[in-house]
């Protein structure tokens, strides 16, 4: 009965490092999307599973971001090798159809900072 | 590549006085339009949106939008706001693909 969950909330890693960010959907929903959202701007699309097929990461910054969604529920965005410009919210969103014919459904988002 | 356009980027009403926001898109073709909404403290949800009909949309909480096609915008108002209206907008465009592109949003703050 929740809503998208996100894990971490808050994620600080030094430049360089990795980090994963985790995204449950709401269960039963076939399409999960990743935004990111720099402060003070709107979400940017990153990327669109429909299921556990990716059909779109042609808003992935870099081919140090990546992400999957193996058995078309838990999704994972792993960023590599961080850089400072990828300090951002993070933000996963499911819907129930494919594409846009029902609302997305976001969850509250993982804040990176990379210092 | 489409892009959308939110010029108020923060507005200060008082209880009760009128809101219009802008939003103003690049695509020409068939697009969704989408208005979200961010209280403080929550995540985005959907306010309204506009796929095909009826040009004025009605969406939760008394806020309705208009699609103007000839001037490619999609404005959304409510004739009377309240404080617990306080939030983050956001105008969204899809053109059938895959991504909803956003706007840079608009803070509303409504002093009580």
């Known amino acids: 009965g929740a809503g998208v969950s996100q894990s971490p909330r808050y994620k600080v890693a030094k430049r360089g490092q990795d980090v994963a960010l985790r995204c449950d959907p709401i269960?039963?929903?076939?399409?999960l999307f990743w935004y990111q959202q720099a402060l003070g701007q709107g979400p940017e699309f990153l990327t669109y599973?429909?299921?556990?097929?990716?059909?779109?990461k042609s808003g992935l910054p870099s081919d140090r971001f990546f992400a999957e969604r193996p058995e078309g529920s838990v999704s994972t965005l792993k960023i590599q090798r961080t850089q400072q410009e990828d300090s951002a919210v993070y933000l996963c969103?499911?819907?129930?159809?494919?594409?846009?014919?029902?609302?997305?459904?976001f969850g509250n988002g993982t804040r990176l900072t990379v210092t | 590549a489409q892009s959308v356009s939110q010029h108020n980027h923060h507005v200060i009403l008082s209880e009760a006085a009128s809101l219009e926001l802008g939003c103003n898109y690049s695509?020409?073709?068939?697009?969704?339009l989408f208005w979200y909404v961010q209280y403080p403290g929550q995540h985005l949800q959907l306010l309204l949106k506009?796929?095909?009909?009826?040009?004025l949309v009605k969406g939760i909480k008394g806020f309705e939008a208009e699609f103007i096609k000839s001037k490619f915008s999609f404005n959304l108002r409510k004739p009377s706001v309240q404080w617990s209206d306080t939030a983050e907008y956001f105008c969204?465009?899809?053109?059938?693909?895959?991504?909803?592109?956003f706007g840079g949003g608009t803070r509303l703050m409504v002093k009580p």
């Open positions: 599973f429909q299921n556990e097929a990716q059909l779109d």
């Open positions: 969204a465009v899809n053109n059938a693909g895959n991504m909803l592109t």
């Open positions: 695509y020409g073709g068939t697009v969704n």
């Open positions: 969103a499911s819907s129930m159809d494919r594409g846009h014919n029902s609302p997305l459904h």
């Open positions: 269960s039963g929903h076939v399409s």
């Open positions: 506009y796929f095909s009909g009826d040009p």
